[in-house]
């Protein structure tokens, strides 16, 4: 004895009203949390951009300090001097001596 079961499936009574309701409140709340997290994110990466950017700008300040360095000394005994950029206890100065002009390093 085998019974058959005739279930009249119709398009939507597979899906229940609570289903259905919790499925839109999950679409309308990430919806909405995206609405509100994409301007703080777009926030957070520009001033991550621009910290990056300010640091790599001291980086290489600090490289042009010591290649100057390196290349023209650092000047020993305060003179006349003119300043051209410094940074935190960095200086890079241009000094005359004897008619000529050049680079030096004033820590």
């Known amino acids: 004895m085998s019974q058959t079961i005739?279930?009249?499936l119709d398009e939507e009574a597979w899906v229940s009203d609570s289903t259905k309701k919790l499925l839109a409140g999950m679409i309308v709340g990430f919806f909405l949390m995206a609405m509100v997290a994409t301007p703080v994110f777009v926030e957070y990466y520009q001033e991550t951009y621009h910290s990056g950017f300010a640091a790599g700008h001291l980086d290489g300040k600090?490289?042009?300090f010591e290649a100057i360095d390196r290349k023209?000394?650092?000047l020993p005994v305060p003179r006349r001097y003119e300043t051209?950029?410094?940074l935190k206890a960095f200086s890079v100065v241009g000094v005359s001596d004897k008619g000529v002009r050049t680079l030096?390093?004033?820590?």
């Open 6 to 8: 005739d279930v009249d």
């Open 62 to 64: 600090i490289e042009a």
């Open 72 to 74: 023209f000394g650092s």
């Open 84 to 86: 051209l950029f410094s």
């Open 104 to 107: 030096r390093v004033l820590r």
